[in-house]
């Protein structure tokens, strides 16, 4: 049987968490399970090469006790060396400010509080100690909560950070029981806070962990392993539904800052389960960028959006609730908030997030009301190109579209014939790319690296101007230029991730 320490380590490495070198942001609370994830971090540090903080909060509900407990994490973090960042929040007047209940303000404290900490460290990832036991009691939650697939999946081993995209929140004790993290704080002389207000059945999560769950386990002994199922069944079958949807989706829908632009025909065409999954992507899409803590938007709600896209008339509206709204305009659907201008169109190539594609050249993809053509040529063939833009390329070069991932960087030229290296996600911000807009910037690469970023035209990697490239024996010629009709894809794509779903019809753009 593996260790706990032995097992995280697969969990990082199987799961992809994260890479060698990366740094890292554990969040703390004093109690057994997030003592002990930072603890075997620790023990990890120096074979993941891995710079580690830690961050602790004191959500003001427990008095000196919380105080103490976060003052219990700084010092022990400190004493494993740990670099550690304490905070203090008033959860109750963030309730009442946002008219929300204490668990979610509490929760949105603590997200809040450790994308401020993270940011500020340079951390790219935020570390969670959510188990095997905390997955079952979500699962359940979602359940008698009535959730969608998306629910029934629980807790992931790695998404965005609520209130903070742009960061990655990983939970690598997913597949590790409770009473496993016990074992291993014993056998380590941890000596863990504990936390009164756990055993307040007057919260939803401790009524079920102390009362539903051990009925349950008198009908089913193994039904936390049952519900773990269900998750792992449903998330396979959520993954599914997403591939689906980006590729129906791709090349009419532009999400925005604070809106989301579908066009109406090519929407009503989608299977009803897609029509509804796509009123909540873009939902969801824009409480993120407004930096709320996403809630479900009540199912209601979502029928009667699909029922009024299908049959309304312009200018109908469908509330979504908190403050938002989709809203029938002409051939387009917007979902925004209320009282927000009209949305105009976006002057720059986008693509739906998560794609990638491999182009057999020459190739001419449809990109959100553009067209970027693709092809190959040596210089001893052609002399000039009156249109586009031409790139360095080895020879043979394999050529991949796709949307930007963490740790991708851009090559730059710094002057006098320098040239360094940035991350992409920095090079983003400083040329004010929209937050909302990254995950959507289709990239160019060659040979897996870089080459071009198409943002309002295309922008070349220092290190593939012609003139001025380490690359020598081909060129690559690209032209992006409006599309003036709906035009498929004419080249030859082989998907690879986010590739079409067998059995899913439909075209892929």
């Known amino acids: 049987m593996m260790s ?21 942001l554990v969040g703390v609370s004093g109690g057994v399970d997030s003592l002990a994830l930072m603890h ?22 427990r008095g000196a006790a919380g105080d103490d407990d976060a003052r219990f994490v700084e010092a ?8 550690c960042e304490r905070g203090s929040i008033d959860v109750r007047a963030l309730a ?13 404290a603590r997200y809040t509080f450790l994308a ?41 081993w790695i998404s965005p950070l609520p209130t903070a995209p742009d960061l990655q929140l990983i939970r690598p004790l997913l597949n590790i029981r409770r009473d496993e993290i016990e074992d291993y704080a014993r056998q380590s002389e941890l000596t863990p806070r504990h936390d009164a207000s756990n055993a307040d059945t007057a919260y939803s999560r401790n009524r079920l962990r102390a009362e539903v769950m051990p009925m349950l386990r ?13 998750a792992d069944n449903a998330a396979s079958d959520e993954g599914y539904l997403e591939a689906a949807l980006r590729f129906a989706a791709a090349g009419w829908t532009t999400f925005l800052d604070e809106h989301v632009v579908l066009k109406r025909a090519e929407y009503l065409s989608l299977h009803p389960a897609l029509q509804r999954r796509l009123i909540l992507r873009a939902a969801h899409h824009i409480l993120m960028s407004a930096d709320e803590l996403v809630a479900m938007v009540p199912h209601e709600r979502v029928l009667a959006a699909a029922a009024l896209a299908e049959s309304g008339e312009v200018g109908a509206v469908a509330e979504l609730g908190r403050g938002l709204r989709l809203r029938i305009d002409y051939d387009r659907l917007i979902v925004e908030f209320e009282g927000e201008p009209a949305v105009d169109s976006v002057d720059t190539a986008l693509t739906t997030p998560e794609t990638e594609l491999l182009l057999a050249l020459p190739a001419s993809v449809e ?32 050529v991949r579209l796709r949307t930007r991932r963490p740790g991708d960087t851009l090559r730059v030229s710094l002057g006098e014939g320098q040239r360094g290296t940035q991350p992409l996600s920095k090079w983003m911000i400083n040329v004010k790319i929209p937050a909302a807009l990254r995950d959507q910037i289709p990239l160019l690469l060659v040979d897996n690296q870089v080459a071009a970023v198409l943002w309002k035209g295309i922008i070349l990697s220092a290190d593939y101007t012609l003139g001025d490239s380490d690359h020598a024996g081909e060129r690559l010629h690209l032209t992006l230029t409006p599309a003036a009709t709906e ?3 004419t080249a030859p794509l082989q998907l690879e991730r986010g590739r079409k779903p067998s059995g899913f019809r439909g075209e892929v753009v």
Do not use: F
């Not at 706990?4 to 890292?24: C, F, H, P, V, Y």
């Not at 022990?76 to 670099?83: D, E, F, L, Q, V």
């Not at 008198?218 to 269900?230: E, G, K, P, S, Y």
């Open 4 to 24: 706990l320490i032995q097992t995280l380590r697969r969990n990082l490495r199987e799961q992809r968490l994260m890479a060698i070198g990366e740094s890292l």
């Open 76 to 83: 022990t973090a400190r004493a494993w060396g740990i670099p």
């Open 116 to 156: 401020s900490v993270a940011n500020g460290l340079g951390a790219t990832k935020v570390a969670v100690a959510h188990h095997a036991d905390d997955q079952a009691e979500t699962v359940l939650l979602h359940l008698v909560r009535g959730a969608g697939l998306n629910g029934l999946a629980g807790m992931r």
């Open 40 to 61: 075997a971090l620790a023990g990890l540090r120096s074979a993941l090469h891995m710079t580690l903080y830690a961050a602790t909060l004191d959500h003001q509900l």
């Open 96 to 108: 009442a400010e946002r008219g929300i209940g204490i668990e979610q303000a509490a929760r949105l």
């Open 218 to 230: 008198t009908i089913n002994a193994d039904v936390d392993a049952a519900l773990v199922r269900l």
């Open 487 to 489: 035009l498929r894809s």
């Open 367 to 398: 990109l959100q009301g553009w067209r970027l053509r693709v092809e190959r040529w040596t210089p001893a063939s052609t002399t000039a190109r009156e249109a586009g833009v031409a790139l360095a390329a080895p020879a043979a070069a394999t």
